[in-house]
């Protein structure tokens, strides 16, 4: 995993305060939110996430690039972010 | 009958299926559209609070328009025609659709979620006015471009006619439509006066209290309320619900308000109006400020509230994006009367 996808996938575990996760065995692209995803995130948690994302590196997911679009990975968030910070 | 996909119908991926499926048909009609102006001369953008009304026992909020809403407001506009047809005989329903594919129409169907194969278990619930656009047949599966999807998907037909008569709230009773006929260009600037009008009507000025940005006040009472009247988990509950219609179902009242800002953005360059592109970003704004009441809610769902994070405090924040919303509404207000 590349350093920037490791830095949110701190930062999501922080958010959403998850606890007894093995942060080395989430791959780049294992699904970010719902019932397969590794963390355990569910829609409430992916809104926090969205808000979050927005308050620290200043890119918002709106009406074109949801949530559901933009957080399906840590890959794709963090391509992104770089895409529109 | 087998009939081949259409080759020229492009599957664009959206974020809320009514306006996405009017915006692809209206695409393939030949007139280029976003989804983000389909919503807005649609007039999709709407808040209601209806306590009488209960999904699982909990009362209905909603932040869009009523489902079906857009297409109708699409249908109207001069030019277009719009076949539309309910069915009782599901037969009759499934060889009508075949009927139009063979003669390549793509045709918008209103479904039920719960019965679509393609989605994920866990995205499966029971909401009928999914709507969706079929454009071709394999075999005896049904070529689908679902706008909340990044790329067509395949539906067998006998999920398919579950889908389409799936019983219950706003049963679609096997719903199909399609354009037969469009004008070669909009007459965009007419179109959104129109729209914007339709929505500053139901934002500002309803006599009933649960409407518009009235009925966000309400709610915001309302929610004050909840822990000393409801207790402690049924509060919770309620507030979950709030969010979930809010950010869960289709693009949710934040991003609803940004889909609609999207559309004032659009508008401002179409018309070259820089009062628009204020409004927009006023727009984006109170979206900013539902979504994080929206966090703030899911924190106390979740046991994590932070300090100071309390229903009153969360209250005060609806009570913030009413008057985010009074004064964008009031300055589109204003820009209609001002319009020749």
Known sequence: ??????????????????????????????PLIGPDSPLGTDSLDALEIAVTIQQEYG??????????????????LADYIKKNR | MDA??????????????ESGVAANLL????????EAMAFGIGAGLFFGYLPFIR?????????????????????KIPGINMYQKKFRDQNQAMAELDAALEASIPVGLQTGVF?????????RFHFNAHNLVVYGKQGDDYLISDPVFPEPVLCPAADLVRARFASGALAPRGKMYYLTKAPEVLDRRVLIILGIKSVCRMMLGSP????????????????AQWPSRLGRERAGLHLGHVVRMQE?????????????????????EELQDQYLRDCASSLTAAGDSWREFAARAARVCKDRARPGETYAAMAEQIRECAALEENVFRKLEHWVKRCP
């Open chain 2, 27 to 34: 695409n393939h009609k030949g007139i280029p559209i976003s």
């Open chain 1, 1 to 30: 995993m590349k350093p920037f996808e490791r830095e949110l996938l701190e930062l999501i575990c922080t958010t959403c305060r998850l606890q007894d996760i093995e942060l080395d065995k989430i791959g780049s692209d294992d």
């Open chain 2, 248 to 268: 869960e179902i289709g693009t949710g009242g934040g991003g609803f308000r940004f889909m609609y800002a999207a559309f004032l953005q659009e508008s401002a």
């Open chain 2, 55 to 75: 999904i699982n026992g909990l009362p209905l909020v909603t932040y869009r328009a009523a489902a079906g809403h857009i297409l109708k407001q699409i249908a």
């Open chain 1, 59 to 76: 890119v918002r997911m709106n009406s074109e690039n949801t949530s559901r679009v933009v957080l399906q990975s840590v890959a794709t």
């Open chain 2, 115 to 123: 019965w679509l194969p393609y989605f994920p278990r866990a995205l």
């Open chain 2, 208 to 223: 009933f209290p649960l409407i518009g940005v009235r009925g966000i006040r309400f709610l915001a009472g309302r929610l």
């Open chain 2, 4 to 17: 081949s996909p259409l080759t020229d119908f492009s599957h664009r991926q959206s974020a809320h299926c």
